[in-house]
Nanobody, 115 residues
Framework: QVQLVESGGGLVQAGGSLRLSCAASGIIFSRNYMGWYRQAPGKQRELVAGITSGGSTNYADSVKGRFTIARDNAKNTVYLQMNSLKPEDTAVYYC?????????WGQGTQVTVSS
């Protein structure tokens, strides 16, 4: 069964940290370019961080220097370490394949940053 399950979200004060996890099943995880996306209320879903099968990473300008994406191919899991959180980071966070081959979205995990 092809599935993505995100976890680790929560309510945190500005300046705090959270670590998100996404467990994938039903795909050849190690071969895929994986990413973390987020969708804030009233806004389109956006890609905030990506990690290639080889481990190269890239980030949206809005999170560069604060967020770190990592992957564990043995566990079919991708992580997002979020530091120095800001109220504007409040959104539902999702993981998925980047580009062609994207699969059905998971339920996401809510991140709420209070000021």
């Amino acid at each position: 069964q092809v599935q993505l399950v995100e976890s680790g979200g929560g309510l945190v004060q500005a300046g705090g940290s959270l670590r998100l996890s996404c467990a994938a099943s039903g795909i050849i995880f190690s071969r895929n370019y994986m990413g973390w996306y987020r969708q804030a209320p009233g806004k389109q879903r956006e890609l905030v961080a990506g990690i290639t099968s080889g481990g190269s990473t890239n980030y949206a300008d809005s999170v560069k220097g604060r967020f770190t994406i990592a992957r564990d191919n043995a566990k079919n899991t991708v992580y997002l370490q979020m530091n120095s959180l800001k109220p504007e980071d409040t959104a539902v966070y999702y993981c998925n394949i980047v580009g062609l081959g994207r699969i059905d979205w998971g339920q996401g995990t809510q991140v709420t940053v209070s000021s």
